[in-house]
């Protein structure tokens, strides 16, 4: 329990500290853009600084995120609070969105009017230059930890600072471009950023309504579970088999098909080695809802309600009245819509021939008289002392 707790406790703090780090370099960045941008006149490289805000408002959304997803299920909570990091991630996509389209209108507005276009200097490309190393190293830096920690919203956050070191990229060729004498060039680049930007929150904002709407894992992971389970020994077929993500947990819900002629506590045992060994296996796997069936009735119409324990119980008072005080127990068998009833008796009555031959009829006569009765069958025990 001990090294659970200390687990949780590392990826936490590994995803805090990937956030804090993220949102202290893009504090720096987004002030030494915007500010060197506007000294050198450059309109991408403003649109860099305020794709670099929105780096920041991510690394905060990631840390409220990891904070509220952390916490352990409750009672109002019970699968726990990983949606919390989806829709983080879902708010972020709708920004980037948002600020893409902000950055391409008045860009565009701007490039209306040619002549009242700003003309960059020397000092943007060296800003550029910077940050195009500073957001390499930060995005290589985020996505190890997103991989340590399996954090779909971490992962997302290291290529949105990917993105940054492209848009840093292509806002160098604009400037450039503008000191070679293509004055168009840096409004162009920012145009190609503010794109960027928003391509990466809709892309974003698709993933977490994926999520959101219990998507199921990939075909190929599907596939995967689904013949590791079938590789369990006693597991006969799948009957169901449903997966969805909650933030980098992944859960499962299975209905095997066994004998049908097992015992309750087998069954059983089968479903929880089929549990254990999906998430020994499988990385993401956070839970498994095992449902044991005794047969694939998926196909099967006929929906109505079966004979119940009591039901039986007093079929067999009526019918096997003669001989219920020295029956000692019965067994029902649910198959493909009917009922088989094993009856236990002591082995002494099957020595005797008129008792045995009452018993026959009358469990034939009760057989006959009840259609959702496929079969009875006598037992008898033979008791050792």
Same mark, same amino acid.
Not at 93 to 101: H, N, R, T
Not at 124 to 139: H, P, Q
Not at 147 to 156: E, I, V, Y
Not at 297 to 312: F, Y
């Given at each position: 329990?001990?090294?659970? /707790?200390?687990?949780?406790?590392?990826?936490?703090?590994?995803?805090?500290?990937?956030?804090?780090?993220?949102?202290a370099?893009?504090?720096?960045?987004?002030l030494?853009k915007?500010?060197?941008?506007?000294?050198?006149?450059?309109?991408a490289?403003?649109?860099?600084?305020?794709?670099s805000?929105?780096?920041?408002? #991510?690394?905060?959304?990631?840390?409220?995120?990891?904070?509220?997803?952390?916490?352990?299920?409750?009672?109002?909570?019970?699968?726990?609070?990983?949606?919390?990091?989806t829709?983080?991630?879902?708010?972020?996509?709708?920004?980037?969105v948002?600020?893409?389209?902000a950055?391409?209108?008045?860009?565009?507005?701007? /490039?209306?009017?040619?002549?009242?276009l700003p003309?960059?200097?020397?000092?943007?490309?060296?800003?550029?230059?910077?940050?195009?190393?500073?957001?390499?190293?930060?995005?290589?830096?985020?996505k190890?930890?997103?991989?340590?920690?399996? #954090?779909?919203?971490?992962?997302?956050?290291?290529?949105?600072?990917?993105?940054?070191?492209?848009? #840093?990229?292509?806002?160098?060729?604009?400037?450039?471009?503008?000191?070679?004498?293509?004055? /168009?060039?840096?409004?162009?680049a920012?145009?190609?950023?503010?794109?960027?930007?928003?391509?990466?929150?809709?892309?974003? +904002?698709?993933?977490?309504?994926?999520?959101?709407?219990?998507?199921? +894992?990939?075909?190929?992971l599907?596939?995967?579970?689904?013949?590791?389970i079938?590789?369990?020994?006693?597991?006969?077929?799948?009957?169901?088999?449903?997966?969805?993500?909650?933030?980098?947990d992944?859960?499962i819900?299975?209905?095997?098909?066994?004998?049908?002629r097992?015992?309750?506590?087998?069954?059983?045992?089968?479903?929880?080695?089929?549990?254990?060994?999906?998430?020994?296996?499988?990385?993401?796997? /956070?839970?498994?809802?095992?449902?044991?069936?005794?047969?694939?009735?998926?196909?099967?119409?006929?929906?109505s309600?079966?004979?119940?324990?009591?039901?039986?119980?007093? +079929?067999?008072?009526?019918?096997l009245?003669?001989?219920?005080?020295a029956?000692?127990?019965?067994?029902?068998?649910?198959?493909?819509g009917?009922?088989?009833?094993?009856?236990?008796f002591?082995f002494?009555? #099957?020595?005797?021939?008129q008792?045995?031959?009452?018993l026959?009829?009358?469990?034939?006569?009760?057989?006959?008289?009840?259609?959702?009765?496929?079969?009875?069958l006598?037992?008898?025990? +033979?008791n050792e002392?």
């Amino acid at each position: 329990m001990d090294a659970v /707790m200390d687990s949780k406790i590392s990826v936490k703090q590994l995803k805090a500290r990937a956030s804090y780090v993220g949102a202290a370099i893009n504090v720096l960045q987004t002030l030494l853009k915007i500010g060197f941008g506007i000294l050198a006149q450059s309109a991408a490289l403003i649109a860099d600084g305020i794709h670099s805000l929105s780096d920041l408002l #991510s690394d905060l959304l990631v840390i409220i995120a990891v904070r509220l997803g952390s916490r352990e299920a409750d009672r109002d909570h019970p699968y726990g609070h990983r949606r919390f990091e989806t829709i983080a991630t879902g708010i972020l996509g709708v920004s980037l969105v948002a600020i893409g389209g902000a950055i391409s209108w008045s860009v565009m507005n701007r /490039m209306a009017h040619p002549e009242h276009l700003p003309v960059p200097n020397a000092m943007g490309l060296g800003i550029a230059a910077i940050s195009i190393l500073v957001n390499e190293w930060l995005y290589h830096y985020t996505k190890r930890i997103a991989r340590q920690t399996r #954090s779909k919203l971490l992962m997302a956050n290291a290529w949105h600072q990917r993105s940054d070191a492209i848009s #840093s990229i292509v806002v160098l060729f604009g400037i450039g471009a503008v000191m070679l004498g293509y004055p /168009m060039a840096d409004a162009i680049a920012a145009i190609v950023v503010a794109l960027m930007v928003a391509k990466i929150g809709l892309n974003l +904002l698709i993933e977490s309504i994926r999520e959101l709407v219990d998507t199921s +894992l990939p075909p190929v992971l599907v596939a995967e579970i689904r013949a590791a389970i079938m590789a369990i020994d006693g597991v006969e077929g799948i009957h169901l088999l449903r997966t969805r993500h909650m933030g980098e947990d992944a859960f499962i819900d299975a209905h095997i098909v066994v004998d049908p002629r097992i015992t309750v506590s087998e069954g059983h045992i089968i479903g929880d080695t089929v549990r254990t060994e999906l998430i020994n296996r499988f990385d993401d796997v /956070m839970d498994v809802l095992v449902h044991v069936d005794p047969e694939d009735d998926e196909g099967r119409e006929d929906h109505s309600t079966p004979l119940s324990r009591a039901d039986v119980q007093a +079929l067999l008072n009526a019918y096997l009245a003669e001989s219920k005080v020295a029956m000692e127990d019965f067994r029902i068998h649910y198959l493909d819509g009917q009922i088989e009833v094993e009856v236990i008796f002591p082995f002494a009555v #099957s020595t005797q021939p008129q008792a045995l031959a009452t018993l026959k009829k009358q469990c034939t006569l009760m057989k006959t008289a009840n259609k959702k009765i496929d079969n009875v069958l006598l037992f008898f025990k +033979l008791n050792e002392e």
